[in-house]
């Protein structure tokens, strides 16, 4: 009984801050483990660490031997840059470059006595670098990493070809290999770093891990980015209605209902404002007739204005038609709660929104930051090419909304299903609102069919399904949501695939391409293209 407890205690593992009794300790083990890289730090430069940053240098002892460290600096990145050496970021060992203001935690030196690593002591020292750096709520941990392994390759391979084959672990790196498994991207190659590391030919990896947990301290305490957002989708009842005032109060009351539920958003559906264009008199087509809607887009989103100011709410106002120089367009505003307007014109037109209408598709694309996120808009059929949400998730785009008009169950569906691969594909949320009911006199706009829904990535964070929240078909009604856009930044940076981060940019590419157009119909004018 006495010898199993003894054998257990001689286990047991303490992780603690370094002290400068433990200086003997620390010379051993780097003297093993640097030998061709410059060995041990002097007694009096490990001193000079421990007073300016105590708490982060770091050591794992066993049977109360100090047996591995990290030894660490807090820096303002910004001074060095990435094209720093070794012999810089420590002040040639006088440390006088730690900063307390700093941003980033940079990590100088991690060892393992080479008798114990076989207990893994590597991983629980980064793991406590993390969550220093998490704690003391620094923007990232950067190392200078060794590539000890290079020197038996550097006949064959280039320092960059080295490190693709150990990213394709067609080559182990005792260093590198190590760094990449604890969730370490490499931002640079480093030549020249250590003079002294000549296993590494003088090479050096600039390896980041990004805390997602950080906040920007210097934000306003008020009118800051929020890290929940909260929206409201009206699925919109088509009803007759006797005037524009009458349509002016349908539009209050759904904007008033969802602020009251101190929602950051509220969307409302493709051509909204339909039922205006029973009001037409003696048109002759149903061209006509859509142009005849085109006259009350003005005074519609000015009313909108008007109450995203009044209820301090941001309103997506689904689409209008927008007629300019004898041409007609399809076009969501974007009324900002401070009182600006932006505008997203419908890209891609139906065959029969060209046949019916003879509408035209706009020429401009982009993101819109909101007090609330970065957020884009497609109007319907444009979310069914997806070259167009993934140029929007390239500007950061954290939620698309997607306002849409169809009439039947199957052509919802395409709007659906596109809208549950773009959230996926793009690591963002996606939110689609249509109307409901039926609309007499009304050609071509006589039906409705809608299940207004909002969709997010599919990973464990998320909901098992990837829909955050689903109304009731064909029902008038508003969906209301909240949507954590902390998740995104840790999907995007730890999921369990990144579609972003892992794409084939050395095969293919989504780019803008400038378009010479009229400004005042459509703006500075962009479109997109699929390079393969």
């Not at 940079?106 to 008798?115: A, K, M, N, Q, W």
């Not at 290079?150 to 290999?177: A, C, F, G, M, S």
């Not at 029969?352 to 609330?372: H, I, M, P, R």
Request: charged share 25%; glycine share 6%.
């Amino acid at each position: 009984m006495n010898k199993d407890k003894k054998t257990i205690e001689q286990h047991l593992l303490k992780l603690r801050t370094l002290e400068i009794s433990d200086y003997e300790a620390i010379q051993c083990i780097m003297q093993v483990v640097y030998v061709d890289a410059g060995g041990a730090w002097t007694k009096r430069e490990f001193q000079n660490q421990l007073s300016v940053f105590p708490e982060g240098q770091i050591g794992i002892e066993v049977d109360g031997k100090i047996v591995a460290a990290a030894l660490s600096l807090i820096v303002k990145y910004s001074k060095f840059g990435d094209n720093h050496t070794y012999e810089q970021i420590t002040g040639g060992g006088k440390f006088d470059t730690h900063d307390d203001e700093g941003d980033t935690l940079y990590g100088t030196d991690l060892f393992v006595d080479p008798e114990y690593r076989d207990m893994r002591l590597g991983r629980r020292l980064y793991d406590a670098r993390k969550e220093m750096c998490e704690n003391l709520n620094l923007r990232a941990v950067i190392v200078g990493g060794r590539i000890p392994g290079y020197r038996e390759h550097r006949d064959k391979l280039t320092p960059r070809k080295y490190l693709e084959e150990v990213k394709n672990k067609e080559i182990y790196d005792p260093v590198l290999t190590f760094q990449l498994a604890n969730d370490f991207h490499v931002r640079k190659l480093i030549p020249r770093y250590a003079h002294e590391d000549k296993s590494s030919m003088q090479y050096a990896t600039l390896l980041e891990w990004i805390n997602i947990a950080y906040e920007d301290e210097s934000e306003p305490l008020i009118g800051g980015t929020k890290s929940v957002v909260r929206l409201g989708a009206v699925q919109w009842q088509m009803r007759r209605v006797v005037s524009l005032e009458d349509l002016f109060q349908q539009m209050e009351f759904f904007v008033d209902t969802v602020s009251s539920y101190a929602a950051d958003f509220v969307v409302f559906p493709e051509f909204f404002n339909a039922p205006l264009m029973a009001l037409a008199e003696d048109v002759q087509s149903s061209s006509d007739a859509v142009r005849h809607l085109a006259e009350y887009t003005d005074p519609v989103r000015d009313k909108m204005q008007e109450l995203a100011i009044t209820y301090n709410i941001n309103i997506i106002a689904g689409s209008m038609p927008v007629y300019e120089d004898h041409k007609l367009y399809n076009v969501s505003f974007l009324l900002h709660r401070d009182g600006n307007v932006d505008s997203q014109y419908k890209l891609h037109i139906t065959p029969d929104e060209q046949s019916y209408w003879g509408l035209q598709g706009g020429n401009n694309l982009q993101v819109f930051e909101t007090d609330a996120g970065r957020v884009g808009v497609l109007v319907c059929y444009d979310v069914e090419f997806p070259e167009l949400s993934r140029i929007l998730a390239d500007q950061k785009m954290d939620i698309l909304f997607v306002p849409y008009w169809t009439d039947t169950k199957n052509a919802y569906l395409r709007v659906r299903r596109c809208a549950q691969a773009r959230a996926i594909e793009n690591e963002c949320y996606v939110v689609i609102t249509g109307s409901v009911g039926n609309l007499p006199r009304v050609e071509n706009m006589d039906i409705q069919y809608s299940q207004s829904a909002v969709f997010s990535p599919s990973d464990f964070s998320f909901p098992h399904d990837a829909v955050v929240a689903e109304a009731t078909p064909n029902t008038e009604t508003t969906l209301i949501t909240d949507l954590d856009l902390e998740l995104l930044k840790k999907l995007r940076t730890q999921g369990s695939v990144r579609n972003l981060q892992q794409r084939r940019k050395d095969l293919y590419e989504v780019i803008m391409r400038k378009k010479k157009v009229n400004e005042k119909a459509s703006g500075q004018a962009m479109e997109e293209k699929v390079q393969f």
